[in-house]
């Protein structure tokens, strides 16, 4: 269990537009959805009508992508109230966004963009953390990035760098074990390391998915099956938090719902056992 | 010096780099790019990887930029995108972004002025892309705006008759007038059609009403009288005074007497474009509502 005593909902999806019809026709046995926040905020046709119908039977948790909780520009107050009044009206578990900034100057690249891990960008990230956490009025859970580049600044690895903000800001984790050995591959560090070097505690929630491998680096593409090394990751980490909430994220070339439902259901297979052993099974 | 670049100049110095159009050689020299880091000097900045130096370790964000911005204007666009082809499309959007980079947290907003841009962008047939990307614009507008619950043609007939000649009539946010030189819904009917067989493309003033049931989107052609009808009430004339406008106009924007208005108002009612009748008060300033619609009715 989390420090946050924030429930484990079990083994989700993400809700995407493609599928809309068939989960309101088939109400598949899922326990959870997560949102994109921003897919919700500014909408008030179908896509929130669907959300409503969704969230009078599953529980969900916002997912955001612009937060941009890294930028040395000002955070946006307006998008925090339509994101503070989205996770009241969807009664939302938590909320989540990524660490990163995503554009400067008033613009938005719309990419979640590394930040270097140093003393710095420490103090700065975790002053904006505390102000969303105040703006929330909940804790703000933090996604760790796939990354493609470091910069020669960093002087902390990037599970340093969380634990360290986790401690200062009171935010928690959201682990995306595809994106750890993501980083791991195009950075050259031991996935297993960044695994065993998070603080299990602050783990609310877990993504999974699938990548892209272009031989000279690897890219998050979430287009298909996550890989035998990411299961083997993601047993790893349960043996460490006991079952987490768990979601697997499809969002390019997304098969029909019952794909990524099947893809979904090994997390529980895997969670459920290595909470009961405590190893990862190697 | 590079490393000595506080985050935020970090920070302008990748996105420059990013959202500079052209191989990542070109973007990392490009002028506020290199004003930051020399093009030289990037591996100060950014380690290079086993496999890969530090300016394709750049390259793999600044290369996913553009086909994001496509994919999201295309999603809004798709008209527009098949029209112009993969080529032309693509520099469109190029040019597009460059000169309107997203500002909003949401792409949802990113293609907002690129209907007035396609007017003047050296694109095949720019009155067209312009038609063709203003439907386009209005048909998102109203697949995201507000639900808001709409009258039937049941709550017009409980308005008592003399109210309404001072009567006005309120549209349901999901609502949108176009008026347009070039029949471009057309041309937007015949994307289904797999075989691609699109329709000339020719001028032909048409005049449409975008709105929604039951969550979907739909186009409806009005006639020049009933269009400019329409548009007086939409714009909060009272229902006396843009009928008796409806009346006096002149030709084909005249209105074919009374009976004709309340053949419009019936029709109206049943496509749910509109949510309140509210009584006028001295002009401009309205009292409470006459006929209010019912959350939930549809």
């Known amino acids: ?282 | 010096m590079a490393p000595e670049l506080a985050l935020g100049g970090l920070q302008r110095w990748l996105q420059a780099v990013i959202e500079a159009p052209g191989p990542v050689t070109r973007a990392l020299a490009s002028r506020e790019a290199a004003r930051l880091v020399r093009p030289g000097r990037t591996r100060d900045v950014v380690l290079p990887s086993a496999r890969l130096t530090a300016a394709e370790r750049v390259g793999v964000y600044q290369g996913m930029y553009l086909p994001r911005m496509l994919e999201a204007l295309e999603s809004d666009y798709p008209g527009l995108a098949h029209f112009l082809g993969p080529a032309a499309w693509r520099r469109l959007v190029r040019a597009y972004v460059s000169a309107h980079p997203s500002r909003s947290y949401t792409l949802n907003e990113l293609g907002r002025r690129l209907p007035e841009f396609v007017r003047r962008a050296r694109v095949p047939r720019p009155a067209f892309c312009h038609d063709l990307a203003r439907l386009e614009s209005a048909v998102a507008e109203v697949f995201d705006a507000a639900e808001t619950p709409s009258l039937a043609d049941t709550d017009f007939v409980a308005v008592a008759p003399g109210d309404w000649e001072r009567a006005q009539l309120v549209p349901v946010a999901a609502l949108r007038l176009v008026a347009l030189d070039h029949d471009a819904g057309a041309w937007l009917d015949s994307l289904r059609d797999e075989a691609h067989r699109h329709p000339r493309v020719q001028k032909r003033r048409s005049f449409l009403t975008v709105y929604r049931r039951n969550y979907a989107v739909m186009r409806r052609e009005q006639t020049p009288a009933a269009f400019a009808l329409l548009g007086d009430l939409v714009a909060g004339e009272p229902v006396g005074r843009a009928v008796a406008r409806a009346l006096g106009r002149r030709r084909a924007a005249r209105l074919d007497g009374a009976d004709a208005a309340f053949r419009l108002f019936r029709d109206w009612a049943a496509m749910g474009l509109f949510r309140a009748v509210e009584r006028e008060r001295s002009g401009r300033a309205t009292t409470g509502p006459v006929v209010r619609g019912a959350r939930g009715r549809r």
């Not at chain 1, 959805?33 to 969900?60: A, C, I, K, Q, W």
């Not at chain 1, 995306?176 to 929630?205: E, T």
């Not at chain 1, 439902?261 to 099974?281: L, M, Q, Y």
């Open chain 1, 1 to 282: 269990m989390n420090r946050f005593g924030l429930r484990d909902l079990g083994v989700g999806i993400g809700l995407r537009t493609v599928h809309f019809g068939e989960i309101l026709a088939k109400k598949p046995a899922l326990d959870w959805f997560e949102v994109l926040s921003e897919n919700f905020m500014d909408t008030g046709g179908r896509p929130l009508h669907v959300l409503e119908r969704v969230v009078e039977r599953y529980p969900v948790a916002l997912h955001g992508v612009s937060l941009s909780i890294g930028s040395t520009d000002p955070l946006e107050r307006g998008y925090l109230q339509k994101l503070k009044a989205l996770a009241k009206r969807t009664r939302a578990a938590w909320v989540s966004d990524h660490l990163c900034f995503t554009g400067v100057l008033g613009r938005n690249t719309h990419d979640l963009l590394p930040l270097p891990y140093d003393a710095a960008t420490l103090r700065h990230v975790t002053r904006r953390v505390k102000q969303v956490q105040d703006a929330l009025e909940r804790p703000l859970v933090l996604e760790n990035p796939s990354t493609y580049l470091a910069y020669a600044r960093s002087t902390m690895t990037e599970w340093e760098f969380l634990t360290a903000l986790c401690d200062a800001s009171g935010c928690g984790l959201l682990l995306d074990v595809n994106n750890v050995y993501v980083s791991a591959f195009n950075h050259g560090f031991d996935a297993r390391q960044y695994i065993d070097g998070i603080p299990a505690d602050r783990v609310v929630q877990v993504h999974l998915a699938g990548h892209t491998n272009h031989g000279t680096h690897i890219v998050d593409t979430h287009d298909g099956p996550a890989i035998a090394q990411v299961w083997k990751l993601y047993a790893r980490l349960c043996a460490r938090t006991g079952p987490v909430s768990t979601l697997f994220e499809w969002d390019a070339k997304i098969p029909p719902l019952a794909a990524v439902v099947k893809e979904a259901a090994k997390a529980r297979a895997f969670r459920t056992a290595s909470a009961a052993t405590g190893t990862d099974g190697a």
